[in-house]
């Protein structure tokens, strides 16, 4: 997890919190009847974003401060995915919206550059690829000739943003 403060801060430490609710879904996974879950409604923010980083696959969890303060001249590592299909359309009626789409954007903070080797999945070269590969793998296992005309690009760029507030 990386906790953002004025300098992010990497912790490898599982939050109090998370084993006991994670204990409960595993509980819960095994109800036949129980098709849902809850967390209480005191469930610490802490503790909620490490769920929802486990529970989306994702390899780090980026937890805000708790007091929301606004964070100045942060310098951020900006992601996208898109998608792109069609390479079979002739180029004189396709347009670029025809032809790729952004499905999903995120940042992190460029301190998290010194936290972490070169060869760590955190870095932003390593989560590029990783992205690209986990994506592609994904749609080329599908059972569908479309698979052969899809493929998935992860866009990287770094950007000082004026403000952020959580």
Same mark, same amino acid.
């Given at each position: 997890?990386?906790?953002?403060?004025?300098?992010?801060?990497?912790?490898?430490?599982?939050?109090?919190?998370?084993?006991?609710?994670?204990?409960?879904?595993?509980?819960?996974?095994?109800?036949?009847?129980?098709?849902?879950?809850?967390?209480?409604?005191?469930? $610490?923010?802490?503790?909620? /974003?490490? =769920?929802?980083?486990?529970?989306?696959?994702?390899?780090?969890?980026?937890?805000?401060?708790?007091?929301?303060?606004?964070?100045?001249?942060?310098?951020?590592?900006?992601?996208?995915?898109?998608?792109?299909?069609?390479?079979?359309?002739?180029?004189?009626?396709?347009? /670029?919206?025809?032809?790729?789409? /952004?499905?999903?954007?995120?940042?992190?903070?460029?301190?998290?550059?010194?936290?972490?080797?070169?060869?760590?999945? $955190?870095?932003?070269?390593?989560?590029?690829?990783? =992205?690209?590969?986990?994506?592609?793998?994904? =749609?080329?296992?599908?059972?569908?000739?479309?698979?052969?005309?899809?493929?998935?690009?992860?866009?990287?760029?770094?950007?000082?943003?004026?403000?952020? /507030?959580?």
């Amino acid at each position: 997890m990386i906790l953002l403060t004025c300098v992010a801060q990497a912790s490898y430490d599982v939050p109090a919190g998370l084993v006991p609710i994670l204990q409960e879904l595993s509980n819960a996974s095994r109800e036949e009847q129980r098709v849902s879950y809850t967390l209480p409604d005191d469930t $610490a923010f802490v503790d909620i /974003v490490p =769920l929802a980083a486990i529970l989306l696959d994702y390899r780090i969890a980026y937890i805000p401060p708790f007091k929301a303060q606004p964070l100045t001249n942060l310098s951020l590592e900006f992601h996208q995915a898109i998608v792109h299909w069609g390479n079979d359309m002739p180029a004189a009626t396709a347009t /670029v919206s025809e032809q790729e789409h /952004v499905f999903f954007r995120f940042s992190s903070p460029t301190d998290l550059r010194a936290l972490v080797p070169v060869n760590h999945p $955190a870095a932003p070269a390593k989560v590029v690829a990783g =992205l690209e590969v986990m994506f592609n793998e994904r =749609l080329h296992s599908l059972d569908n000739p479309i698979r052969n005309d899809i493929r998935i690009t992860i866009q990287h760029e770094q950007r000082v943003v004026d403000q952020m /507030v959580f």
